[in-house]
């Protein structure tokens, strides 16, 4: 029997933010969650910093805060906008 994989350290200052949006993704209701966000992300443990940049979105000031790059990428998706609009959102951001 093969051991579960093992989950990230929730000491790691990048843990919360990217538990959050992981979370948001994978839930079906996610496109309708992404509307009222401020009320998704307040049970999560996050600095001031991140919930700004969730809240405009930053998606540069996302990556910058040691969000994995295919979440910042799924989260962008969940906000209705074009895949092949995301390299062009990120540099202008």
């Known amino acids: 029997m093969s051991n ?6 929730q000491g790691s200052p990048r843990y919360g933010i990217n538990r959050a949006i992981n979370d948001l993704c994978q839930n079906p209701k996610g496109r309708a969650l992404v509307a009222n966000k401020v009320e998704f992300f307040a049970s999560y443990p996050l600095s001031d910093k991140e919930r700004q940049a969730l809240m405009k979105p930053d998606w540069r000031g996302l990556l910058a805060l040691g969000v994995l790059p295919n979440l910042v990428y799924r989260y962008y998706i969940m906000h209705g906008l074009a895949p092949e609009s995301f390299p062009s959102a990120v540099a202008a951001n």
């Open 4 to 9: 579960p994989a093992p989950r990230p350290s």
